[in-house]
């Protein structure tokens, strides 16, 4: 059987290479061997953006186009938008009634966004709960596994203890728990720097869209720093200063990435020279996401109809959850 995987987005605006090669990438794989559950965590986006609307619908739809774009595949991703779901805010609520607030204080995501300046406007009822959303939307669906990057570990780790805090409460007596405690799944991903070499993200402007324009990709690869030792062309460099090295490791082959190394150190290359090979692998994987999103863009309606299905699908299965969570709980008068 293909056991069931579940994992959320929010939807932040065009989706750039660090999301590509941090999650997305993996997410493409996961689909062959689970049965994957994969949505836009919109509710999620407006634990932050609650006041500033603007640009969310575009953001979901343009997040969607992404992610079939990269390869997700609608007849086996149970493609969904979070929102469209009542079902999750029903047992977010009902699982709000136990929870520890301590619980929820305490998750290291939270605690740092309190810590830091400008922190009243996430001082709110909403963001707290955050983790507990998650939880939520991935205890509706039993999910077994919940692949993750190190940041969400401590949301997994929340919802296990909200799923083993409701069997305890309200299970007595089952064979089976009524909820079941999910995995948090490592996968491996490539850490992919931004044009400065620090992570990319879109609020330190250091990104390249997965659907960027060619020229643009070409113009942002020329334009970024380099080994800060190697001041002219007759330097000699080393690929471990160089924040362009860890975008060779991911898009260019051992034996030509020896030969640039080599050309690196000997000054024997350019710092240009060695970025040419770097900007057309990143095109030439670019113009595939390119040509896919093309098709979808030109058929708005053909998106919205793989969502709807994927709705759908979910709601099925969120249903009969919360059949089952109401009764548990005495509530099904
Ligand atoms: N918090 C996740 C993120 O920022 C998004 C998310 C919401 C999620 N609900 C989820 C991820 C459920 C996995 C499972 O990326
Ligand atoms: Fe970086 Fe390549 Fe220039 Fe060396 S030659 S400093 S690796 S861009």
Redesign the pocket.
Known sequence: MRERV?????PTGALHLGHYHGALKNWVQLQSQHDFFFFV?DW?ALTTHYADRSGLERSVYDMVVDWLAAGIDPARTTLFI?SRLPEHAELFALLAMGTPLAWLERVPSYKHTMAQAGAAELATFGFLG?PL??AA??LIYRARY?P?GED?AA?VEVTREVARRFNHLYGGGRAEPVLAEPQALFTETARLPGLDGEKMSKSAGNTIAMREAPEETAAKIRRMPTDPQRVHRSDPGQPERCPVWPLHCVYTDGPTRATLAAGCRSAGIGCLDCKQPLIEAVQAQQRQWHERAENYLANPKQVHWMVEMGTERARTIARQTMREVREAMGLSY
Not at 6 to 10: A, P
């Open positions: 579940v994992s959320g987005m929010r965590a999620h979070q955050y959303l998650q939307d991935i919940v993750v969400q949301h």
